[in-house]
Structure formats: C-alpha cells, structure tokens
C-alpha cells in the first residue's frame, strides 16, 4: 500500500534530504573515480535523481485526489541544487555587505618627512600639450588654455567629500594576499578587491583629518557595462541633492588600460605607490558643463600642492571634450588610481598621501 502525503510537507522534507543525500552520493563517486574535472554538470544531476527518486504520490489539496508527480519533486530537486551554483555571486555581494559592516579600520600612518625618491618608468611616456605652473595637462579639446581659465580662482568647501565609482568593478594585478575572481579582463564584483576598495582608503584617510566623506559604491557596470555614466549621474545627483554643501566630487577609478605590464608607479619613503591622473571633462561635445573651467582650476590646484608635497605622485592632466558628469558640482573629477599592472596594495597606498594633498589645498 502506497501511503499519501500532503504536497507542502513533502516538499518541505523530502526535498532538503534528497539534496543531502544527493550531495554525498556524488562526492563519493568523485573521489572513488578520481576524477579531474571536480564540477557536477545538471545532467548528471538529474540522471542521479531519475535513479534514485521512487515515485511518490502526494495529495492535491486543490482538487483532492491523488496524483502521481515525481517530474515535480525532480524540478524542485534540480532548482534547488541549480540555485546553489546560480547564487555564487549573489553571495559575494552578501559577503560584502556584511564584511564591510564587520571590518575594523586601521588607518595606514602617513610619514611626514616622505617624499617621492623615485618615479618608476612604466613603459609609457605620458603626453602633455600644456604646462601651466609646473602642472602638465594633455590638451584633446579645440580650447586654447589662457591663462584667465588656468589659474585657480575659486572657493571650495574640503571638509565634506563625496566619492562613488562609475566603474565599480574595476580591478587591479592580483597578488598573494589580494587574489580575487575574476568577473572580466581586471574586474571583480568583490568590493574588496575592486577600486572601491581603494575608494574606502580613501575614506578612512580624509576622515582622519576630519573631513566628512560620503563614499557610495554602487554598482554602476555591473551587469551591464554600457550606461554606466547614466547611472553613475543619478547616484552622484542623489547624494547632493541632501548634501548641497559638498563640492568635491571624486569619480574614482582605474585607467583602462587592459594590460597587465603598465603599472604607473612612484616610490614615496620606503614604498612603491600607484600614480595618480585626473580626467577632466568640457562641454566641447556640445553638452551643458556651464563649471568645466572652474573643475579644471581645481585639479590644477590640487596637481599644484601635489608637485609641491610629492612630485611625480601625479601624472598630466587629460583634458577631453566629455563631461563625465562633472556639470554636478564646481569641483567635480575624475581620478584615476594606477593602472591594470599596478595592486590593489599600491594602489591603497597612494590614498595617504592623496587625502593628506587634498586636506592641504
């Protein structure tokens, strides 16, 4: 006699048990066959439960007869093992959640009487069109630089900063202590291999000279690389929208550059950093960017401390037609922290002494 039970209850039970059991049975066939290839594929899955799995009758409580639905308790079987490979990256940004919320900040000393020693040649002679200063600026606009645009003229508040990422995921050269999962050619969905990563050093640093930080770390390109600068604009609009106060406005990021032999890098004291580049945009691609001038005079402002306290530390400014969402704020950038060749290590490190220009300017 064939005995009948409720589908709710069934399902509840017999499915967390078959997914036990069926875990053990194929972690036993692995190592007896010693096999190479580690991964269970769904076929062999659902071969394993069409083997294994009686048929079962349960009771409809809709139309309250008896039915017979093995294929059911197969899909159920199979959906929940397929979730658990599925949620891999789900579970990553879970982890990132609650590591952030766990993690103790320990704010790496900055040695005052250092200075850069050396700028290390990374195969790339940066071009520059323009000198203003002593600050270098690669010129791609139709604009001739006067110096009426160049000198910087305005009043900024450094005591609030906001920082988010456009490019989240951008990721460095992993190394034995920073080795992460790749999502891309140098880029992860970990947060804490990613430039967001170099975006909480950051953070910890200026809050260390007092300085109030909003760092957002939304993902911006990610699942979807294209659009990220449309939806990068409505994260930066929302967070001014309730801190008016706040002009400083760093979009921080990663040179592109796909190649892991570039690795821009200055030695400061005793230890090598990633350099450092700000991305300046114009409204020379017919778009509304009323304060590009007023943007440009503060990277100039803060290239001009930086050559003063670490020269080298900075590259030349590239200036370009696009605005990069930087019509936000009067003292809206771009900054981008090393290269593809470059660590997450250096490029941590050059986040001390980047807070401590901008807590000087």
């Known amino acids: 006699m064939i005995k009948v039970f409720n589908i709710n209850d069934l399902i509840k039970y017999v499915v967390k048990i078959l997914i036990v059991f069926i875990t053990i049975f194929f972690l036993m066939q692995i190592f007896s066959q ?22 079962i009758k349960v009771k409809n409580d809709v139309e309250n007869k008896n ?8 899909y159920a079987l199979v959906s929940e093992l397929e979730v658990l490979g599925s949620t891999k990256k789900e579970n990553i940004l879970e982890k990132n959640i609650k590591e952030e919320t766990e993690e103790k900040v320990e704010i790496d000393k900055i040695d ?9 040649n990374s195969g790339v002679n940066p071009r520059s ?30 005591n609030k900063v906001v920082i988010y990422h456009t ?32 975006g909480d050093e950051l953070t910890n640093q200026l809050m260390s000279y ?53 690795a821009p890098k200055v030695k400061i004291g005793d230890e090598y950093v990633s350099q450092l ?42 200036l370009r037609n696009s605005e990069y969402n930087q019509h936000v704020s009067k003292a809206a950038c771009i900054i981008e922290v090393g290269a593809t060749g470059n660590t997450l290590e250096e490029s941590m490190g050059a986040m001390k002494y980047l807070a401590k220009i901008l807590e000087s300017i």
């Open 34 to 55: 010693k096999r190479k290839d580690n991964k269970i594929n769904s076929k062999s899955m659902k071969f394993c439960i069409d083997e294994i799995l009686p048929e």
């Open 67 to 74: 039915i017979s639905m093995p294929n059911s308790l197969k």
């Open 112 to 120: 005052e009487n250092a200075s850069v020693t050396e700028v290390k």
């Open 129 to 158: 069109t323009d000198e203003f200063m002593g600050v270098k600026i690669n010129n791609s606009t139709d604009y001739a630089l006067t110096e009426d645009i160049l000198t910087p003229n305005i009043n900024i508040n450094k």
């Open 167 to 198: 490019h989240t995921c951008e990721s460095y050269s992993p190394t034995e202590n920073n080795n992460y999962e790749e999502s891309g050619s140098f880029r992860t969905i970990d947060l804490n291999y990613s430039v967001a990563k170099v």
């Open 210 to 262: 007092g300085c109030n930080v909003i760092h957002d770390k939304t993902y911006h390109d990610y699942p979807a690389y294209n659009g990220s600068y449309s939806r990068s604009l409505v994260t930066a609009q929302n967070i001014l929208n309730t801190n008016e106060d706040a002009d400083i406005v760093i979009d921080l990021h990663r040179d592109a550059i796909a190649d892991g032999t570039y």
């Open 277 to 318: 580049m700000f991305v300046m945009g114009t409204d020379g691609a017919n778009t509304e960017h009323t304060n590009w001038k007023e943007n440009l005079q503060f990277a100039i402002k803060v290239q001009q401390t930086a050559n003063e306290m670490y020269p080298g530390l900075f590259k030349p400014i590239i």
